[in-house]
């Protein structure tokens, strides 16, 4: 193993703790995008048709499926959209991919479609007498999909096999995590018509949770095994923190249709063109979308790559607006952390204050070739609060400002926790003498 110089340390150190230091004072910017730096521009889809859901594989590779009988799939290039042959006359409900060779349609009368990057061609669901409403695509051997009568599809590459979960449920949405995280989300049908169910597979068999739900849940999904929201009527958010299912305040008592995460960000559509964005994956606030039709399913690249799409053949994408610059409070005077000396996955940044008249930001640097992903928690005298999940792709940088999350609090202190090896800092300013 390669050891360096103590020389070299130092220089690491002084180096990183200039670079990172200069993101605060230069740019003043912050890892989160609020709900208003997004505005939604809507793209010609050249159908009036109900787009029931979107997939993206990058940004000139994005997909969407129709409710309609004559045209049921639409291709987006990076410029325009376009019809795409199906080869089929049946509603398609839901999409999923791999990648472009690797792509999965399901919809009415057990229609499944796999795309082979040439062209569709149907596949064997042994049914036709349910919908399929929902489908998710782990590799291509490892895909689920979900529908009436409380039917489980799993295809393992070769042929699709179903069973039967609960025949007075219909399942609306399904995501795999990997195929051992599994999650099923629906309704329950007859007397309880309207009633929330959900069931997870463990890699063996699945099971019914209790999420606390009131309402028929229409999406799930998972950013990792400690963040999964299921959304449904009456604006219902249900939260999974690894443990236990909760609730997370919507603010909107329409039905939510659609839900997605990407890089610590979170949002879900619904009924009256409804956009709700979150930028710390616990509180949600209103994106405008510009218009009022039933908004049925989010995907996204990234944070600035985003589509959604609904009724009326409404299709939407997000462009990322310029942050109001950042006002800083009347600097006295400034303290850095002791200055990092090689890359680690596990930081802790002791003292900071996010009081009236103070400022602390977390600095995070990635210096390595892959993309690293960091869970960013605060110590308060109340107790650990989860902050945000920040992205940092191969040799990039971001800032958070501590008080986004924990606003007013005299004493607090950081954790940083990384999947990949990163660089972190803890810098205060502040005008108090």
């Known amino acids: ?83 795409q042959e199906s080869g089929i006359s049946d509603p398609l409900y839901a999409i999923d991919t791999v990648d472009n060779n690797n792509i999965w349609a399901v919809g009415y009368n057990g229609v499944i479609i796999h795309y082979d990057g040439s062209s569709w061609e149907a596949q064997d669901s042994g049914t ?45 949405g399904i995501y795999a995590l990997d195929s051992s995280h599994v999650w099923a989300v629906g309704g329950e049908l007859g007397p309880k018509a309207g009633h929330g169910v959900a069931f997870f597979f463990d890699g063996n068999a699945w099971s019914e949770v209790n ?70 994956l616990r509180s949600w606030t209103t994106s405008s979308s510009g218009v009022t039709k039933i908004l049925r399913s989010i995907t996204g690249l990234d944070a600035q790559h985003l589509w959604a799409v609904g009724d009326d053949g409404v299709i939407l994408s997000a462009e990322l607006m310029p942050a ?31 009081g009236s008249g103070f400022e602390t930001w977390i600095l995070l640097a990635n210096p390595g070739s892959e993309k690293a992903t960091a869970h960013v928690y605060y110590m308060t005298p109340k107790g650990e609060t989860a902050g945000p999940i920040v992205e940092l792709a191969a040799s990039t940088r971001k800032t958070i400002n501590v008080a986004d999350t924990v606003a007013g609090e005299w004493s607090v202190s950081t954790r940083v926790s990384s999947d990949k090896p990163i660089l972190a800092e803890r810098a205060m300013y502040g005008n108090a003498q």
């Open 324 to 354: 109001p610059p950042f006002t800083p409070t009347a600097r006295t005077w400034g303290h850095d952390s002791i200055g990092v000396t090689a890359p680690a996955t596990a930081w802790y940044l002791a003292e900071g204050s996010t």
């Open 128 to 172: 036709t007498n349910v919908s399929i409403n929902a489908v998710s695509a782990l590799d291509p051997s490892h895909v689920w999909a979900a529908g009436g009568g409380g039917q489980i599809f799993f295809y393992d590459g070769f042929s699709w096999s179903r069973m039967t979960i609960d025949n007075s449920i219909a399942f609306e």
């Open 1 to 83: 193993m390669m050891r360096r110089s103590n020389k070299s340390r130092l220089a690491i150190s002084i180096i990183m703790m200039l670079l990172l230091t200069m993101i605060i004072v230069l740019s003043g910017g912050t890892a989160a995008y609020p709900s208003d730096s997004y505005k939604w521009n809507r793209q010609e889809s050249g159908t009036t048709a109900p787009i029931h859901d979107v997939v993206a594989i990058d940004s000139t590779h994005v997909w969407a499926v129709t409710g309609n009988s004559e045209l049921q799939l639409l291709f987006f290039n990076g410029s325009s959209w376009s019809a």
């Open 211 to 280: 999420t606390g739900a009131g309402s028929t849940l229409f999406d799930v999904f998972a950013m990792d095994s400690r963040h999964v929201w299921a959304v449904g009527g009456r604006g219902e958010i249900r939260f999974f923190d690894g443990s236990s299912w909760s609730g997370q305040a919507s603010n909107t008592d329409v039905i939510l249709y659609g839900v997605t995460a990407l890089g610590g960000h979170a949002w879900a559509v619904g009924e009256q063109g409804t956009i709700l964005y979150s930028e710390d």
